[in-house]
């Protein structure tokens, strides 16, 4: 069964930013720093996670460029990144 | 230049002068219900919880965070505040800073010009005139009305065309007055009808550091939830009774979101910073507690009902752990409160609060201690 990348980096994005189960401006397309769901921190740890879960190398400039930085833009550059190699 | 302030910062000196002499007399005991720090009757809960932290956390949490606090113990507050409320506040309308006054110092640099009238609610928190002069602003004072409620009048009329803003606590320091619903929605009427009066927007300081302590149970209206131009001031320490670890927040209405980067340079430019990390951290585990004021609630109205027997006139309240009571008649507040240290009770003089003829009693001690504070007082109006 394909993996649902979304909901892995929603989960750890959950995690990371303390997100509440019953928060109603939550969801996979908010923009995490704007919304505060991040941190410079948590940005940093999610670009780490999305290496070590998916074995891929994300670049500082992709992910500047994400506007906005939300778990479907993440998703989706990590679905790329893998459907080129 | 500190010179400047002089006359506002003499009376609290004088008055801590007056305390350390009755604290150091030995011959009546004094009972200290001028300052409040209480040691009684506090709900710990925050305090357990900072133990714990302690123990919990390791040195990398205890690092540098942005100017106006970590974005998301910002976004905690924010939610808590507008599930509380029923609010719309984000992380970035909320800054968090070192106690209420921190807070209430960089919203007057932050949000007005040099040469802006203020209008203060009197009888009020000491240093608001303070604070203003030292930001160039020119403060006029507005009296409370009968029962020390608002004015409403009163502001309509001391409303100019260098008006740009209000400053009133809710609860009222030091009376204690909760200011019901239809008078924050009369306030905030008057402040619309005065921004179309002078074309100029109003800015509106609420000072909500007594917030969380509300002793007889009503809801606390918010001037934010009626007026997009509100400043909410809180503070942790208060509510917690934690005031030494100088914890509290400015929240930004929705008439003021674009100032947010104002306050943060603010905050940079006078050195306040955010409170601890060590306090942030705390912030993120209670900010959405209410703390308990069970005991407070029986002491106020035990000591209230003591007092207007005895022949005080004390003035009705719903909050705080202040009492604010009328001195007899044709005594001076600072003479009244002299009489009374002499005696072994501290209060503080309502000249102080910018309002002759009261004192204030803070309950901040066991309910035995107030009881011979209570025959001390009767003394007092006796001789």
């Not at chain 2, 609610?121 to 020390?148: A, I």
Request: aromatic fraction near 8%; charge should be negative; include cysteine.
């Amino acid at each position: 069964m394909p993996q649902d990348v979304g909901a892995v980096v929603e989960k750890f994005v959950r995690s990371a930013g303390q997100v509440s189960d019953d928060d109603p401006h939550f969801d996979r397309r908010v923009d995490l720093i704007e919304m505060g769901y991040l941190d410079s921190v948590g940005v940093v740890e999610l670009l780490a996670y999305v290496a070590a879960e998916f074995g891929l190398g994300i670049d500082e400039e992709t992910w500047a460029m994400m506007d906005p930085l939300s778990i479907d833009q993440v998703a989706a550059t990590i679905r790329a990144g893998r459907d080129a190699t | 230049m500190w010179a400047d302030t002089d006359d506002l910062a003499k009376p609290l000196e004088e008055f801590a002068a007056l305390h350390g002499r009755t604290l150091r007399s030995s011959s009546t005991k004094p009972i200290d219900l001028s300052y409040p720090n209480p040691r009684a009757g506090r709900d710990d809960r925050a305090f357990t919880q900072l133990r714990e932290l302690v123990r919990d956390l390791d040195q990398d949490d205890l690092q540098y965070t942005p100017f106006g606090g970590g974005t998301l113990v910002r976004r905690r507050v924010a939610e808590a505040m507008n599930r509380r409320y029923a609010l719309r506040l984000r992380h970035r309308d909320v800054v968090l800073t070192p106690g209420a006054t921190a807070a209430l110092s960089v919203t007057f640099a932050a949000l007005f010009r040099p040469g802006d009238e203020i209008l203060v609610v009197t009888p009020c928190w000491m240093d608001y005139p303070l604070y203003l002069r030292r930001s160039g602003l020119t403060m006029v004072e507005v009296p409370s009305g009968p029962g020390k409620r608002l004015d409403l009048d009163g502001l309509r009329a001391a409303c100019g065309p260098r008006t740009a803003g209000v400053v009133i606590s809710q609860p009222a320091c030091p009376t204690g007055v909760l200011h019901s619903a239809a008078e924050i929605r009369g306030l905030a009427d008057v402040l619309h009808e005065c921004e179309r009066r002078f074309g100029r927007a109003l800015t509106l300081v609420s000072d909500e550091a007594h917030r969380d302590v509300i002793w007889d149970g009503r809801p606390v209206s918010l001037p934010m939830q009626v007026h997009p131009g509100t400043v909410s001031v809180y503070s942790y320490g208060k509510a917690w009774s934690l005031q030494g670890q100088r914890v509290g927040y400015l929240a930004l209405g929705p008439g003021l979101d674009d100032r947010a980067t104002d306050i943060e340079r603010a905050m940079r430019s006078t050195g306040f910073a955010a409170p601890t990390a060590l306090m942030q951290h705390l912030v993120m585990r209670i900010a959405d507690w209410e703390p308990q004021h069970e005991s407070l609630g029986d002491d106020q109205r035990w000591i209230r009902a003591r007092l207007s027997d005895a022949g005080y006139d004390v003035v009705p309240a719903q909050g705080t752990a202040f009492v604010y009571v009328r001195c007899p008649e044709g005594v001076d507040d600072t003479e009244f409160v002299r009489r009374l240290a002499g005696l072994g009770v501290l209060a503080m003089p309502s000249s102080l609060f910018h309002e002759p003829g009261y004192f204030r009693l803070a309950l901040n001690t066991t309910r035995p201690q107030l009881v011979v504070a209570a025959q001390r007082l009767d003394q007092a109006l006796n001789r």
